[in-house]
């Protein structure tokens, strides 16, 4: 298994399409061909009026023990050329193919070599005259230009000698002169005479048409590997930070580093070379032996797509990497000769890492990995090429390819990941889709499983409404209607105790009734409907009531079995009023008070002393009833002053 998100099991068509190994093979022809069709067509536009190529030269050397500094105005007569005049020591030769003279071990250790040009000014060109030189390699450039019968200095280019082997030169020679007059230069080259230089064409003409061929060769040896070098960092930075947040997922640790590298490789392309020995040694073998990295990093990344890694053969690449980078470091006490061919060994020992990533690409069906594959090829084709420069088998006036290839290496690293991203987000949606089906087949089960449910939960409400009613009519209807009986059959009771009896079970009915109405927890709602019910009753026994009820908020807990004991609490209270307190006013007033409502029924008749008085059947269902509640009932009364019963109710009761 993998350490990575990037290897997760992709689609079905993920890398099947047949015929891929010939697609990809297409695109990598596409790929080489169209970066030298670019490259061809950038640095071989045809040149505007007036410039001159010069590939054939006049070339004089000599060698000498020193080299004094140059005097103003002119080159030290010691080392200056010879005379355009003198025919005879100067020779000519090919400026692309470059033919040292012999040295021995007697030759003194500087050469000079001047190669003359004489530039003919054409008829209608305008603005100054300048020289370019697209590349120098291993010498210091110097141009002069013959005037007044001596050579006068128009460039020293000595202190750049470390960088003009990338950075194009461009020299002003003044003022176009008369058509028809002759122009004499002369390029100086000074290096050690054991050493070798190189020399492209020398281009001479106005200085605005020259400057457009600066720029076309600036933008490919100087802008694009910046911007690659950018773009890479910028992306690397962010794998960097991902994987900081997820510190064992790897891959985007190896991205980072690539880009790190391929960043570290570019640096010598673009920046001034380090002036001190020792930090020169280190800076080229810095970019000599990260290009061995940047193989063997991508080629780690790019087994993260593999389901299936083979943990031995990476460690081992690794290994071989890391020792051909020791074997080469500046440190070690290695001649020169064996030093510059050394230099090459870490790139060697990366090849096989691309050799491998290439058999399992062709074994395996991942299109990513094939991607990144031919991307690697494409920068091993650059790096042949760019080491074939260096030698100089190759014409000096081409370009380094492989800042070029950083492009293509980051756009494969970039069409990989999208394409994996795409494959993660087809499994998301079928993932998704696979849980919506699940979870819709739930739902269809929750609500068939709600509704039974539903159905056992109104049977059992149902049941037990059924037997709270049974309940409450044979504790209160039924109970009254059999003692009624009884006494009638007794011959106990007259017509109008009878009529009394029935009377009280009549309204012990229509308090079961009304406890049974949907109030929706309003205990206003509910009182108001006794209200209604007791009305005439009151007025006909001659009592006037006094209603005071504020609005209070609802009481969750107020169900049926609660409102049927308010009711009978309530209406206790009233029938104790109208059978003893020959009361002519009856107040009722509910108010809230706190954290709970009270519902207090007052009267004005004859009261009694609580402190002589025997707690009855009422008075005790009264104490009951508000237990029931989880209440409490207080009852207070004066001989003459009548009698008030408060039914204090919580607003919240727990279950």
Request: charged residues 20%; proline residues 6%; hydrophobic residues 45%.
């Amino acid at each position: 298994m993998t350490d990575s998100p990037l290897a997760v099991p992709p689609p079905p068509s993920s890398g099947q399409v047949p015929g891929a190994r010939g697609v990809w093979m297409r695109l990598l022809g596409l790929l080489l061909l169209g970066m030298l069709v670019w490259v061809t067509w950038l640095l071989n536009q045809s040149d505007d009026v007036g410039v001159v190529r010069f590939e054939r030269a006049w070339r004089h050397h000599l060698f000498v023990q020193s080299l004094p500094g140059p005097r103003r105005g002119g080159l030290e007569p010691r080392v200056a050329p010879p005379a355009p005049q003198d025919e005879a020591a100067w020779a000519e030769v090919s400026l692309l193919r470059e033919e040292d003279a012999p040295v021995s071990s007697q030759t003194p250790p500087i050469g000079l070599w001047w190669y003359r040009l004489s530039y003919t000014v054409p008829t209608g060109i305008k603005g100054p005259l300048a020289l370019y030189i697209p590349r120098v390699v291993g010498a210091a450039v110097q141009v002069v230009s013959y005037e007044g019968g001596r050579w006068l200095v128009r460039w020293d280019g000595s202190e750049q000698r470390q960088d003009q082997w990338n950075h194009p030169i461009m020299v002003q020679l003044g003022e176009v002169g008369v058509p028809g007059s002759v122009v004499d230069i002369a390029i100086r080259l000074t290096r050690d005479s054991r050493d070798s230089h190189r020399m492209t064409a020398v281009h001479v003409g106005p200085l605005v048409s020259l400057e457009e061929q600066r720029h076309r060769r600036e933008l490919l040896q100087l802008v694009v590997p910046q911007v690659g070098s950018l773009a890479f960092a910028a992306l690397g930075l962010l794998a960097l930070l991902y994987w900081s947040s997820r510190r064992h997922q790897h891959a985007y640790l190896l991205f980072a580093l690539t880009a790190m590298a391929w960043v570290l490789h570019n640096l010598h392309y673009y920046i001034a070379t380090p002036t001190h020995p020792s930090a020169v040694v280190w800076f080229r073998w810095m970019t000599d032996a990260s290009i061995a990295w940047v193989l063997l990093l991508t080629c780690l990344f790019a087994m993260r797509f593999r389901t299936h890694r083979w943990v031995p053969q990476e460690k081992w690449l690794g290994l071989g990497v890391l020792l051909g980078s020791a074997l080469t470091l500046p440190f070690w006490p290695l001649p020169n000769d064996w030093r510059s061919t050394m230099s090459h060994l870490p790139t060697l020992t990366a090849l096989p890492c691309l050799v491998w990533l290439s058999w399992e690409a062709w074994r395996g069906r991942e299109r990513e990995l094939h991607i990144i594959t031919l991307a690697l090829w494409i920068v091993a084709f650059t790096i042949g090429h760019d080491a074939l420069l260096s030698d100089g088998s190759i014409n000096p006036e081409s370009v380094y390819l492989l800042p070029l290839s950083t492009m293509v290496i980051f756009l494969a690293l970039l069409q990989a990941a999208q394409i994996r991203y795409s494959h993660a987000l087809w499994q998301v949606e079928h993932a998704n889709a696979v849980l919506e089906q699940r979870l819709t087949e739930r739902e269809a089960e929750l609500r068939a499983n709600h509704e039974r449910l539903r159905g056992v939960e109104r049977e059992q409400a149902l049941l037990l409404e059924r037997q709270r009613l049974m309940r409450d009519m044979h504790d209160g209807l039924g109970s009254t209607l059999m003692s009624t009986l009884v006494l009638v059959e007794r011959d106990q009771l007259g017509n109008r105790a009878v009529a009394g009896l029935l009377r009280e079970c009549v309204d012990d009915l229509r308090l079961v009734i009304d406890s049974l109405e949907p109030i929706d927890h309003d205990l206003v709602t509910l009182l108001a409907a006794l209200r209604h019910r007791l009305g005439r009753r009151l007025e006909s026994a001659g009592l006037v009531l006094d209603w005071q009820v504020e609005d209070v908020p609802p009481l969750p807990w107020l169900n049926p079995p609660d409102a049927l004991q308010i009711l009978r609490v309530v209406q206790e209270a009233l029938t104790n009023i109208l059978k003893h307190a020959q009361a002519h006013r009856i107040g009722i007033r509910v108010h809230q008070q706190g954290e709970a409502i009270h519902v207090v029924i007052a009267d004005d008749g004859v009261g009694f002393d609580l402190a002589h008085v025997t707690w009855g059947r009422g008075l005790r269902h009264l104490s009951q009833r508000a237990a029931r509640l989880g209440s409490t009932v207080d009852v207070h009364s004066e001989l003459g002053h009548g009698t008030q019963v408060s039914l204090v109710l919580p607003l919240w009761r727990s279950a």
